[in-house]
């Protein structure tokens, strides 16, 4: 019988945070006030402690807030949904109104006192009044909308936000004024949404730290980018652009990238770029061989599939992508895009209904806790010996050890626990989440996420 064992001396990246954002259900679920019938709690309340919470929910320690560029304000350009405008605090130069945002400033402060220790604030496009066309969206395609002279009046309103939120006590750690800048952002695309060349980037940002520095307030803040939008383009472009600038390498010490891997409808091409695994090694070859202090995180993933999916194929899918980022990539912090779903489509950990206003937890949500609510910050990932057919990553902290296993075949798989395993907590069809016996052998169901805990003092710890 193939035994589980854990190799904690066998170190990797110290690992950081999962996290989730809140475009573009924040905004919505910020305003459910109603009780919620299960819990007694306001509905609002008790999806902010199902995320965060770290023991009466899945804790969640990331909290992406997105600092709107004003779209819901104007009404100007084409969005798909009324959800995906987003409003702007910015009233004139140096002019801010802090009552907007509402709802989703509510449930940023609810991420926080729920357990959430890190926020970062992203940006899909700045502010109408600083863009070209008066619009937080393109005119025409791959052109920038942010004119050169606008960048210092940019991150200047982007600072003032970050240093009011600081000043309320919320733990903004991250700043990320560039979101997806090689995609064409047009009112097609039905969102927020701005481009920028990679010169044009490192022109940002060197903007943005000079200003920083500038601000007592901000010396512990640091820049987040460039957020590609497919693992495969331009990744080590955008990377040395920022990673290579002397300048921007004391508020720049990660490279965020998306970890969507998007396959065309053309045969040919569909053959040849099928396999996302080689894209994530050269890039992290590349890496290592150029940038080998920086980190690399995943700060945006979603299936980019149409139709709601509450069973365990999306969540194994789900699972399958955190693993291979972890262990193939190294990130030391994986953000999934959103964390609440109102579409039609196979995103978000929960599906909010608009009328009557409920809310309905996927398997995605508890195999997201599989991670979420047991590694913990500062851990370092480590070696772990599993069978085939069965995928994981470990953890080592304060020698203890945490163990993700999953299994995404249709037969069970049996593994000999070393006598320190002390607790083990399923996920799969039938279970949410729950902790399950196991005391010499280890099952794990088809189809499942398992996490095992181990004690530290048993015989493979730290030494």
């Keep these: 019988m193939d035994e589980l064992r854990v190799y904690p001396e066998k170190t990797y990246q ?14 919505v679920v910020g305003g459910w006030d109603e009780t919620d019938p299960a819990s007694g709690k306001p509905k609002r309340e008790r999806v902010a402690e199902l995320l965060f919470n770290p023991e009466k929910g899945i804790g969640v320690r990331c909290y992406r807030y997105n600092l709107g560029g004003g779209s819901a304000q104007s009404g100007k350009g084409y969005f798909s949904m009324p959800c995906r405008r987003a409003e702007s605090f910015d009233t004139g130069e140096n002019k801010f109104d ?10 940023l402060r609810q991420a926080v006192k729920e357990g959430a220790d890190e926020v970062i604030l992203f940006v899909n496009s700045p502010p109408e009044r600083y863009t070209k066309n008066g619009k937080t969206q393109l005119d025409k395609p791959l052109r920038t909308n942010l004119p050169r002279k606008n960048h210092k009046k940019f991150a200047n309103y982007c600072l003032a936000c970050a240093e009011h ?32 060349r990679p010169r044009q980037v490192r022109k940002l940002m060197r903007t943005f730290a000079e200003e920083m520095d500038k601000r007592p307030a901000l010396k ?18 955008y990377t040395r652009i920022m990673l290579g600038d002397r300048r ?12 969507y891997f998007v396959t065309p409808e053309i045969p040919v ?14 890039f992290r070859r590349y890496l290592d061989r150029h940038f080998p202090y920086a980190q690399v995180k995943t700060s945006e993933w979603t299936h980019m599939r149409g139709g709601r999916d509450y069973g365990m194929d999306s969540a194994l899918e789900q699972t399958k992508i955190i693993l291979e980022d972890l262990t193939v990539l190294n990130v030391s912090s994986w953000q999934l895009w959103i964390a609440v779903s109102n579409v039609d489509y196979c995103d978000g950990l929960i599906y909010e209904n608009d009328g009557p206003r ?106």
């Excluded at 110290?14 to 905004?27: C, I, L, M, N, P």
């Excluded at 921007?248 to 970890?259: E, F, K, M, Q």
Aim: proline share 6%; hydrophobic share 40%; aromatic share 12%.
């Design 358 to 463: 409920t809310f309905e937890l996927t398997r995605r949500f508890y195999a997201f806790g599989n991670f979420t609510k047991f590694i913990e910050p500062g851990s370092k990932r480590c070696g772990i010996s599993v069978p085939e057919g069965v995928t994981a990553a470990a953890f080592t902290k304060d020698g203890r050890q945490t163990a993700v296993l999953m299994n995404p075949g249709d037969d069970a798989k049996t593994l000999a626990l070393p006598p320190q395993a002390a607790a083990v907590y399923l996920t799969d069809e039938t279970h949410d989440l729950a902790g399950i016996e196991a005391r010499d052998t280890l099952t794990i169901p088809p189809k499942s996420v398992v996490t095992v805990l181990f004690a530290p003092e048993r015989g493979n710890a730290d030494a």
């Design 98 to 107: 802090w009552s907007r945002d509402a709802n989703a400033v509510w449930m």
């Design 248 to 259: 921007l390498r004391g508020r720049v010490d990660a490279v965020d990238v998306h970890s």
């Design 165 to 196: 939120f600081i000043a309320e006590g919320i733990p903004v750690k991250y700043l990320s004024p560039v979101n997806e800048p090689v995609w064409v952002w047009t009112g097609a695309n039905g969102q927020e949404g701005c481009h920028y």
């Design 269 to 282: 091409l569909k053959h040849f770029i099928k396999n996302r695994l080689p894209y994530l090694r050269r």
């Design 14 to 27: 110290t690992f950081e945070r999962f996290g989730v954002s809140g475009a573009w259900w924040a905004q």
């Design 220 to 237: 512990e803040l640091k820049l987040s980018g460039a957020e590609n939008g497919d693992i495969r383009w331009f990744n080590k472009t």
